[in-house]
Each structure stands twice: as C-alpha cells, then as structure tokens.
C-alpha cells in the first residue's frame, strides 16, 4: 500500500467563454522590440452553498492594441470550478485553489493560443510561464 494521498484540490470543470485570436495584418518582426508577456488575471471565488466549491476565471490578454510588431491579438477568458476536501480550512482551500486555477487554466489557455495560432499565418505562438504574485498590501500608517 501507498501512503501517497490524493491531492486536496480537483478540478471539476473546464470551459472558454472567450477565445479571440486575431492574426495582424501587416505584421512586420521588428528585433528591437521588446517583447511584452500576456496580462493575466486570475480571480478564485468561493461558491456559496456548496462547501468546498470554488469558482476560478483567469483572463489573459495580448497586444490589444494591435501593434504590428506583434503577431496576433489575444483575449481569452477561462473558467473553472475547483472542489477542496473537508481536511482544508477555508483560508488553505482557496489559497490552494488560486494555485492550482493559476496552473490548470493558464495552461488550458496556453494549449489554446498554442493551438489555434499554429493555423494562422505567423505559426505556433508559444505562451512562457504564469507566475503567482501576491498582491501588495497597503502600507500601515
């Protein structure tokens, strides 16, 4: 027998509500420029009446502006319900939730543009990592 226990966190559910990708016409490399990263947003709520549901949307969007020293627009929105054993306090489910929603979403969106890009004119935009930051805290006065 293993004494390997089963991750505390499991996704439930995966889907996109949004998947805007758009080649830019007149795209042109320019190796001077640099590269901007995707902006992501990750928001994890909990699901009132359902202990241990969480609810997770992670937006990432790129070159919104359309510069043509980038290659596509990206917007996507994904969302994904997440379930927390009852060994978890609150304050440990959805700090475990954020991570594992930042993990599984971003790389379903990942495998997205990854995938959807590798059709359009430029090729395969390979997305880099997302890294969880905290979020400052207002200074003490």
Known sequence: MSDVKPHPI???SLMFTRSVVVA???????PSMVKKGPENSLNVTKVENDRG????????VMNLDGE????????MECIGTLRADDTLSHEEALRGAYITANSVLYG?????????????PYGSLVLGLSVLRS??????K
């Open 135 to 140: 979020t400052p805290q207002p200074e003490a």
């Open 10 to 12: 499991v996704l439930e």
């Open 108 to 120: 379903a969106i990942r495998e997205a543009v990854a995938w959807i890009t590798g059709r359009q």
């Open 24 to 30: 830019i016409p007149g795209h042109q490399v320019d």
């Open 68 to 75: 043509t020293t980038y290659p596509y627009l990206l917007d």
């Open 53 to 60: 549901l969480y609810s997770a949307t992670m937006k990432m």
